[in-house]
């Protein structure tokens, strides 16, 4: 039946007139509190503040709390993280691979040993200073005592250069050492300073507390964010090294056997006619 034909019949009249006043009970203090969640008045504006402020901090406002927040602790900090960035620019270049086997190198000395010419092939490696020509320099000085002296020599001058890149990559390790503990201190000093506050008693503002605490912590991400890049690089630094050392190894002993097998070659007669061309076929 359609609501018009129940609204002419007066039962129907009455049966909505009560469905109407039931629903307007029942839903009309849901509809209320919806509308009206609290009275009206201040309460609401000071909590709808309230939340505005919690998580406003941009970066930006983070980030220049934080530089202020370290305070006199940047002597130390400062110091340190430019220390790293220096050993990082004197690694890369150190550890290059241009720096330790200069292209071309190889072959061009190659050419020379089979020439003969093992004077200006010493000259050649002495003049290199990369990784590669120290290393020829030191197992060539000692090729005519043998090819065993000869590589000994080599090898032994391959592990001193490789301390000396491996003490330089120490000072990686050591600065990751370094930064959590000296967030740490700043850490500690941040505490002592809020406990003092508390100490004098009365009731101090939870703010005061709260700033105290939040200058410490800023010490010591600092000095986390100091360490990270530090350990990652000593990592990465530590297998360029090896792999370096041993690439650098392996090409020096085939050249140092080359030219000895190539010293022990009787050289051709001076006036020996070269050998014949094979005959043309028509």
């Given at each position: ?5 129940l ?7 009455v049966?909505?007139v009560a ?13 209320g509190?919806?509308?009206?969640p609290a009275?009206a ?6 909590e709808?503040?309230a939340?505005e402020?919690?998580?406003g ?5 983070i ?7 370290v ?7 400062l ?13 890369s270049?150190?550890?290059r691979?241009s ?7 190889v072959d061009?000395?190659t050419d020379?040993v ?12 002495k003049?290199?200073?990369s990784?590669?020509g ?5 197992g060539m000085?000692?090729?005519?005592y043998?090819l065993?002296?000869?590589?000994e020599?080599?090898l ?15 000072y ?7 930064g959590p503990l ?7 000093y941040?505490?002592?300073?809020s ?11 939870a703010s005061?507390l709260?700033?105290?605490i939040?200058?410490?912590?800023a010490v010591?991400l ?17 297998n360029?090294?090896t ?7 392996h ?12 010293s ?7 006036g020996?006619p ?6 043309l076929?028509?």
């Amino acid at each position: 039946m359609s609501l018009s034909l129940l609204w002419r019949s007066s039962n129907g009249r009455v049966c909505l007139v009560a469905v109407i006043a039931v629903a307007v009970a029942l839903l009309g203090p849901a509809l209320g509190l919806a509308q009206d969640p609290a009275p009206a008045g201040d309460p609401p504006a000071t909590e709808t503040k309230a939340d505005e402020n919690l998580g406003g901090n941009s970066p930006i406002e983070i980030f220049i709390h934080i530089v202020k927040s370290v305070g006199f602790f940047w002597v130390v900090l400062l110091p340190t993280s430019l220390w790293l960035v220096a050993l990082v620019v004197l690694l890369s270049l150190d550890l290059r691979g241009s720096s330790s086997i200069p292209p071309g190198f190889v072959d061009e000395f190659t050419d020379i040993v089979n020439k003969r010419k093992f004077k200006e092939a010493f000259e050649m490696a002495k003049e290199d200073p990369s990784f590669l020509g120290r290393v020829l320099t030191a197992g060539m000085g000692r090729l005519q005592y043998g090819l065993e002296d000869a590589r000994e020599a080599a090898l032994n001058k391959l592990e001193s250069i490789k301390s000396d890149k491996d003490q330089k990559n120490n000072y990686t390790a050591v600065i990751a050492t370094l930064g959590p503990l000296l967030g740490l201190v700043g850490t500690v000093y941040g505490m002592i300073d809020s406990f003092m506050i508390l100490g004098k008693g009365g009731n101090p503002p939870a703010s005061q507390l709260a700033n105290g605490i939040s200058h410490a912590l800023a010490v010591t991400l600092v000095g986390v964010a100091i360490a990270l890049p530090a350990i990652a690089l000593n990592t990465f630094f530590r297998n360029r090294i090896t792999q370096l050392s041993m690439d650098v190894g392996h090409v020096a002993e085939d050249l140092l056997t080359q030219m000895y097998h190539n010293s022990k070659k009787a050289p051709p007669p001076a006036g020996a006619p070269a050998p014949a061309a094979p005959p043309l076929r028509a």
